[in-house]
């Protein structure tokens, strides 16, 4: 449906145009044009011979286009141009005019003719004399003056019902009283928000009086495009300071959940009020004005919906806007200045004006007031005081509390309430008078401190500072000692401070809060159990696995038939899938107990990809699959993170796609996103051509023992932890794995991470240390360049022992025996200058690893004042925690390898800390 907007060159209002409203055939020599001027302006352009007119049919056409452009009840004023118009209406026709025109009355508040001939306007006049209708119906000479005259009819329209009641919406739960107290609200015409309030405001009635304005906003009673609110004060008293900063907190609230009004105009006020919601107003967004009666706020509401119209009423000037001048800043100053004192409650400090201020003799003065003002509502305090003594309400509350109150002074105790008799079991009140609190306690509460000199101590501090509130060991009449929690607060009372003990006994919630330290216990407790089991069962897993392992190792390297061959890759890859579900499970257990930390160590992304597509690359090659790589130049050469961890999290990625992939391709992509100072922000990027994920199980992927389908795990084997562990380290990397996925098309699992751009410092190519000290340890001197090692093994594992020799004698490497600790300590001190490197098992009987490495190098220090050969120390364990990776470094080892061992990180660890030593190893 075609639509042009245009302005309107004398209001500036939009004028719509519709095909559909336009050049519409009314008769064979008459047609019709309809725009609507802005909401309330219908103007109708007709053209042809008014003798042929048919006038039902035009007004059909008039009233579809109102029910199309104006809201049902909302009157309007219509402009008919009679330029185009010829010829006279025949009777017919002036009778049907009449009869439509008496039909408008309802709809239509003026009417408007311009542009006529003479002819025209003779009978318009006519018509308009004969024609006895309750809206005017005149003529003018031209378009300017008819769309001035019947914007000037909507206002006087406007101004004759906006206060009829029927304009009006209210209801019962709009009101509220309480104790002289009244406030009533009302929407008049969606437009303005109208309160009225009667009394003196307190605090407590501002929470019901904004629930209230909730109620009407909620309603939606007001149009939210545009609304004003209007407040009638001529019958308020005034309100307490805490009330009047709470109204001014909530609407301030209201207007930030719901559309702000354009203004608030206050209405009836008298000058203190005034003042009050000035200071008050200057903390709103929204302006506020002051008027002297609702009839002045409507004016100008409708002045400020119709400002830019010709005819419209004056918007407020003067007194009623706020002016501007070169003494504002001071004026503002003083406001400041005043709203800033809690003037309900003394205790205020004085505030220094500086002496330049040209009001400085009136910040002196209210400061002055404040201070009288803080007397005077410390005398009002007392008053109040002695005469709660006296009324039942405070007798009530003193007496039939459920915690012990007594009143005391450096007498003692010289009232107390029932509750206190009965938590200290005395007989009677008298028991307790003139006791002192040291009487009510043991001679020493828990922490060992003197209960009388703590209290004495306590008594002086609580009459500086008011208020004190503590724990406390209190001892009843019948010499039982229980927990309590105590409140000391000063009170005056006959012109005289005494305080104010109430107890509580807290016996019950001593007793929870220790059955919940005591379930917190076993629950560490229980963690720690069962992170110990975990290790326990990874070393009794690992040390038989390494065995088969490692001689599955040693016969791939004999001479073998391809039968022979292939049964024992079957065995090595079914030990290596154990070794990985066995890995899974402690990755899994240490991120659930929040033990897992990232290393920050320079490495290369080019090199992680490498390895990871030789690792992996057999695997897509049986599948017939292309395992391809692609890493953005623009990434730096050498960044800083957790190469091991990202090295873990792709080896799950990929292996995952390979595995769920039978033909296609396999692709890794790593592109820089960005890079700020030294933080190079990277995409990394798994896809692949697989079976792909449905979109209802995605949101399972990542939880623990989860599979797509449950089939898969027969299909493809898993423990279903790899992708929960791997969105466990991406996370703790800063980083969060998305998914995308299409059945049978495949999948693309890609994440974020921030690294660190490194600068590469000469001859470093890998790092190899995983903490501190073992970097420290690495860079000592070590046993070097013979061409022939000799090399101490403490395992008592015989199994082990003589796969581990095996590995080392195929290097030509000559071999010392221990079966444990102290052996090993033994052996090494016999050939002490002899031994160029240390493998030593964590775990044997009499003494362990850790006892054995701080040993020996305790007799390195000990020959040679700690300045000779370090031997390097490698811990051989099947313990793969973190924790006692630590312990064996700070025991004094140099490197680490767990079970099962792989021979070629072997070879490659003991050339790296014998510094080439032996030049053929790998």
Known sequence: MTEITNTCPVTGLSIVEKAHWTDIQVSDQYFVTFRMIGERILQVIPRGNTAKIDVDKLYFHRDEVLKESVKPGVKIAEIRDYQDVFGNPPPQAREAFVRHFDKENDRCLGFVAYNSSRVGLTVMRLLLKLLKISYPLETRKDYTGAVKRALEMIHEFDSKTVLDPKYFVTNDEWKYNAHGFSAEFKVINRKVLYSTYKGYLQKDY?????????????GDYLDHSGYYQVSDFSQAIGGSWTARLKYIRLLRKTHAAYEPPKKIIIVGSNGIINT??????????????????????LTWIRGWSFSSHPGAPEAPTGRHQRQESPQQKYVDDLLDFIASFTWDAPGSKIKEIPESHPFKLVFDAVNLIKLDIDSLLKERTFAQLQLMEKEKNYRDLFQYSGDAIMLADENGIFDCNEAAIKIFKARKKENLIGLQPWDLSPPAQIDGSDSQSVIRGTWKKVLEEGVFRTEWLIKRFDGEVFPSEVVLSVLELGGKEIIQVVTRDI????????????????????????????ANMSHEIRTPLNGIMGMTDLLLMSELTGEQRERLMDIKYSGQSLMDIINEILDFSRIEAGKISLEHVPFRISEIVQRILRMLGVKAHEKNLALLASVDTGIPDMTAGDPVRIRQVLLNLIDNAIKFTDKGEVLLIIKKKSEIGQAVTVEISVSDTGVGIAPDKIASLFQKFSQVDASTTRLHGGTGLGLAI?????????GNIQVESSVGKGSRFFFEITLEKEIEKQGVTETLATSDAAREKASCPIAGNKEKLTVLLAEDHPI?????ERFLTMKGWQVIHAENGREAIQKFRENQGNVDLILMDIQMPEVDGYEAAARIRQLEAEANSGMARRVPIIALTAHALAAYQEKSYSSGM??????????EELYHLVHTLTSGAQSTAP
């Open 894 to 903: 140099d490197a680490y390898l767990t079970k099962p061992i792989n021979p």
């Open 507 to 534: 016996t019950e919630r001593k007793k929870a809060e220790a059955e919940i330290q005591k379930a917190r216990e076993e629950a560490e407790f229980a963690n720690n159990a069962k992170s110990q089991f975990l």
């Open 800 to 804: 082990n022992r003589r796969l581990v």
């Open 276 to 297: 009050a919601l000035k200071m008050l107003g200057r903390r709103l967004d929204t302006p506020m004005i002051f008027a002297s009666d609702l009839n002045q706020a």
């Open 726 to 734: 791997a969105q466990s380290l991406v996370r703790l990397m800063g």
């Open 206 to 218: 501002v929470d019901p009086i904004y629930r209230i304005v909730t109620q009407i906003h909620k």
